[in-house]
């Protein structure tokens, strides 16, 4: 990074306001933490430099705080049995973004010209576990000093082994990955097609080391993003950042499913069906029973357009930080 000595002129506060965004994520990280209104030293800078300070931040998403995601690494939770509150749902490979987050509508929609400038996750965990359900003892001789003594030693008869992270790495991708992706929307052609494009992407973010915590990342990089935008996360492989949504929510999120020429398989034979053999109407390719998880479709390249016609219940559980351009 480039030094800059901020003086009250014309020409040096427009040398020095690509330090706004690093200076008020410094401000945010602090309050994050702390849980205060932190004055941080920059601060000093900022009240000598009106036209900087001046700018406000922006936060889009999470409008009612994040909610705990539906994975916590404890496999009667995970499983969702026997005893069990609900099941780990993971977002698996597609592009995501909410649509309806308690009351407000399309909550990571651009309200104006802006710069984001970090991101904030709450993760949840997977883990592979092994867990003893039932003890028992049995006996064995032992030598000690020369002598041969019969020994009671306590064993596991009955032992659960949960590989849930191994089965996501193996089904999805290794490694739990997002990365920002910026889309803008696109005239819809015909019928329920919701078309977007991309126009913007960050870097791969790697989740493991965040698994169970809420975290702000700031951007190496700021993006740029225009009124309109949306903004939201490419999930190449899976991540654990999906709660489970009650009854009666009418919390949403759309993902850019289903991915050209899918179609709908039968759950138990993995055949390609048109009929859903439940309902015995239509097989919707939208739904998570037909394999539609378990088919690429996150976005990677910027200039790429998706249907995004296909919503889910609950809302992820992120949000990003904007620096407002003057």
């Given at each position: 990074?480039?030094?800059?000595?901020?003086?009250?002129?014309?020409?040096?506060?427009?040398?020095?306001?690509?330090?706004?965004?690093?200076?008020?994520?410094?401000?945010?990280?602090?309050?994050?933490?702390?849980?205060?209104?932190?004055?941080?030293?920059?601060?000093?800078?900022?009240?000598?430099?009106?036209?900087?300070?001046?700018?406000?931040?922006?936060?889009?998403?999470?409008?009612?705080?994040?909610?705990?995601?539906s994975?916590?690494?404890?496999?009667?939770?995970?499983?969702?049995?026997?005893?069990?509150?609900?099941?780990?749902?993971?977002?698996?490979?597609?592009?995501?973004?909410?649509?309806?987050?308690?009351?407000?509508?399309?909550?990571?929609?651009v309200?104006?010209?802006?710069r984001?400038?970090?991101?904030?996750?709450?993760?949840?965990?997977?883990?592979?576990?092994?867990?003893?359900?039932?003890?028992?003892?049995?006996?064995?001789?032992?030598?000690?000093?020369?002598?041969?003594?019969?020994?009671?030693?306590?064993?596991c008869?009955?032992?659960?082994?949960?590989?849930?992270?191994?089965?996501?790495d193996?089904?999805?991708?290794?490694?739990?990955?997002?990365?920002?992706?910026?889309?803008?929307?696109?005239?819809?052609?015909?019928?329920?097609?919701?078309?977007?494009?991309?126009?913007?992407?960050?870097?791969?973010?790697?989740?493991?080391?965040?698994?169970?915590?809420?975290?702000?990342?700031?951007?190496?990089?700021?993006?740029?993003?225009?009124?309109?935008?949306?903004?939201?996360?490419?999930?190449?492989?899976?991540?654990?950042?999906?709660?489970?949504?009650?009854?009666?929510?009418?919390?949403?999120?759309?993902?850019?499913?289903?991915?050209?020429?899918?179609?709908?398989?039968?759950?138990?034979?993995?055949?390609?069906?048109?009929?859903?053999?439940?309902?015995?109407?239509?097989?919707?390719?939208?739904?998570?029973?037909?394999?539609?998880?378990?088919?690429?479709?996150?976005?990677?390249?910027s200039?790429?357009?998706?249907?995004?016609?296909?919503?889910?219940?609950?809302?992820?559980?992120?949000e990003f930080?904007?620096?407002?351009?003057?």
């Amino acid at each position: 990074m480039r030094s800059c000595v901020c003086k009250p002129t014309v020409n040096q506060l427009q040398s020095c306001q690509f330090l706004l965004p690093y200076m008020e994520m410094q401000r945010i990280h602090l309050q994050r933490i702390l849980g205060l209104t932190v004055l941080p030293l920059v601060l000093v800078v900022l009240l000598a430099v009106p036209a900087i300070a001046a700018a406000p931040v922006i936060e889009i998403g999470g409008p009612g705080g994040l909610p705990r995601p539906s994975c916590d690494g404890n496999p009667a939770n995970d499983r969702g049995k026997p005893k069990g509150n609900g099941r780990c749902s993971v977002l698996t490979m597609t592009t995501v973004y909410p649509i309806r987050d308690g009351s407000s509508l399309n909550p990571t929609t651009v309200p104006k010209n802006s710069r984001i400038v970090a991101i904030t996750l709450r993760v949840g965990k997977v883990k592979d576990t092994r867990t003893c359900l039932k003890y028992a003892y049995k006996y064995v001789y032992k030598t000690v000093r020369g002598k041969r003594v019969r020994t009671r030693v306590k064993y596991c008869k009955t032992l659960d082994v949960f590989a849930e992270k191994t089965y996501f790495d193996k089904t999805f991708g290794t490694g739990a990955k997002v990365r920002i992706v910026v889309l803008r929307p696109v005239t819809k052609k015909k019928g329920t097609v919701i078309l977007k494009k991309v126009v913007a992407m960050g870097p791969i973010i790697a989740l493991e080391k965040w698994f169970g915590k809420t975290v702000t990342l700031p951007l190496g990089s700021s993006i740029p993003v225009a009124k309109g935008d949306v903004v939201g996360l490419s999930v190449p492989t899976y991540a654990p950042i999906l709660p489970l949504s009650p009854s009666g929510s009418t919390d949403a999120w759309r993902a850019s499913r289903p991915p050209a020429g899918f179609k709908p398989k039968d759950p138990k034979t993995g055949l390609v069906i048109k009929t859903d053999p439940d309902t015995k109407k239509a097989a919707d390719p939208c739904s998570t029973k037909f394999g539609v998880i378990f088919t690429q479709s996150a976005l990677q390249k910027s200039g790429v357009t998706a249907d995004f016609r296909c919503s889910y219940p609950g809302v992820p559980t992120f949000e990003f930080t904007l620096i407002p351009i003057p």
